[in-house]
T-cell receptor
Framework: AQKVTQAQTEISVVEKEDVTLDCVYE???????LFWYKQPPSGELVFLIR??????QNEISGRYSWNFQKSTSSFNFTITASQVVDSAVYFCALSEGKTSGSRLTFGEGTQLTVNP | KAGVTQTPRYLIKTRGQQVTLSCSPI?????VSWYQQTPGQGLQFLFEYFSETQRNKGNFPGRFSGRQFSNSRSEMNVSTLELGDSALYLC??????????????FGEGSRLTVL
């Protein structure tokens, strides 16, 4: 069975600090997809990144970066120079791609608060 | 480009009643999936529809059902409401379904309160 664990329930930082959100996953499939979503107070889940299991390259997008390591089944997310607008709940999710379609298994989420 | 639209945004029902939630996907998207979000259980997959066919179903009782219309709009229904059904129901649309799990675009959700 697939599982996603986000061990950090809440993180509080001061603006401009770097922060890393951890995500560990479990799956028996060799083909799978990993995602990060952001949920602001409005409730809508905002897509941040999708990574397939065959692509272990790290990715950087502006202040955001992701570190995917199959050896440790981790897909961690780093925000550099955090800003107040980054305050939200962040979810890591997994899909076993061949059969799961749009069925994502989400982690519990990490509430990030960035204080001015 | 209009996003995913869910209606109603908020509703209050009493135990035993039924409710129907609606989701209009992004134009051109044929896959619609539904998720339930509660403080205790987190985000859980309900079901997915693609081209009017249910493709996948989560572990929810038969009181939860859905359908998709030819224009890709989807509805989900919960009958005989229980207190535990109080949740944020999120709809997501995607261009593809199947071998390649694409980017899911979520709506703002319908917040259901059962009294």
């Amino acid at each position: 069975a697939q599982k996603v664990t986000q061990a950090q329930t809440e993180i509080s930082v001061v603006e401009k600090e770097d922060v890393t959100l951890d995500c560990v996953y479990e799956t028996r499939d060799t083909t799978y997809y990993l995602f990060w979503y952001k949920q602001p107070p409005s409730g809508e889940l905002v897509f941040l990144i999708r990574r397939n299991s065959f692509d272990e390259q790290n990715e950087i997008s502006g202040r955001y970066s992701w570190n995917f390591q199959k050896s440790t089944s981790s897909f961690n997310f780093t925000i550099t120079a955090s800003q107040v607008v980054d305050s939200a709940v962040y979810f890591c999710a997994l899909s076993e791609g061949k059969t799961s379609g749009s069925r994502l298994t989400f982690g519990e989420g990490t509430q990030l608060t960035v204080n001015p | 480009k209009a996003g995913v639209t869910q209606t109603p945004r908020y509703l209050i029902k009493t135990r035993g009643q039924q409710v129907t939630l609606s989701c209009s996907p992004i134009s051109g998207h044929r896959s619609v999936s539904w998720y339930q979000q509660t403080p205790g259980q987190g985000l859980q997959f309900l079901f997915e529809y693609f081209s009017e066919t249910q493709r996948n179903k989560g572990n929810f009782p038969g009181r939860f059902s859905g359908r998709q219309f030819s224009n890709s709009r989807s509805e989900m229904n919960v009958s005989t409401l229980e207190l535990g059904d109080s949740a944020l129901y999120l709809c997501a649309s995607s261009i593809t379904s199947g071998r390649y799990t694409g980017e899911l675009f979520f709506g703002e959700g319908s917040r259901l309160t059962v009294l």
